[in-house]
């Protein structure tokens, strides 16, 4: 970004706040998609690594306003702490056993994690899990999405899979998950930010970025409200299914 013309850096501008801003309004609508969505597209200007760093502030501010508007945040610590946890875990050890790779394998290793989420979102597998089950399940689910998380920010194809088969309501789907995220978020990027991901200046530029944020979120939350339960699972397997596409041609 640094080597940037002053033509080249208004274009990444507008275009960084364009998609944003339409992140913020999938993620007001869905409760979910924004870094899923954000991450990739940035880095079609960036390399990934930055793109992930861009999006700090935005992914954890609305998380923490979700977390604080849907309620029983104790609820779903409560509820998912072994995935909190086993991500937790599996987040920091994946970003430090990744920290010493050049920047051309990380792109591989951020090509993968892209397939991989495709195909995840592609798939869509129907699956059910029983309340006997849900720890164990937790567990897996909370190990997979550190992995993907350590290596490109992206947990959350793994997230709704899980969630969306304990056939969770839309408002504690959406307060669930944005607890998950919250918490795996700022563990993710501080263990980015101490083992030298990204840094001060994509810390900076993020900060920016709020803005077109908040409006989205706003926009996004207007819609949600005007789903019904069955309307909301359809429009986000229906948002998967384009999201994937469009990350199988990046």
Known sequence: MSEFQPAAWLVFLLAGAVIVLAAGIVKG???????????????????????IGLMVVPVLWSNVVQTIERGSPIYSVKRFRWLIVSQLLSVVLTVRLTSSLSADQMNVMFACAILVSVLLMATRPNVRIAPRHETAASVLAGITAGVMGGVSSLTSPVLITYLMALNLKREEFIGSISVIYLFGSVFMYSAMIWYGRFGAFELLVSCATVLPMLLGLALGKKIRYRLSETRFRALLLAFLTVLATVLLFK
Do not use: I, T
């Open 29 to 51: 609508a869905m409760g979910v998609g924004m870094g899923m969505l954000a991450v990739p597209m940035l880095s079609l200007f960036v390399p990934p690594a930055q793109a």
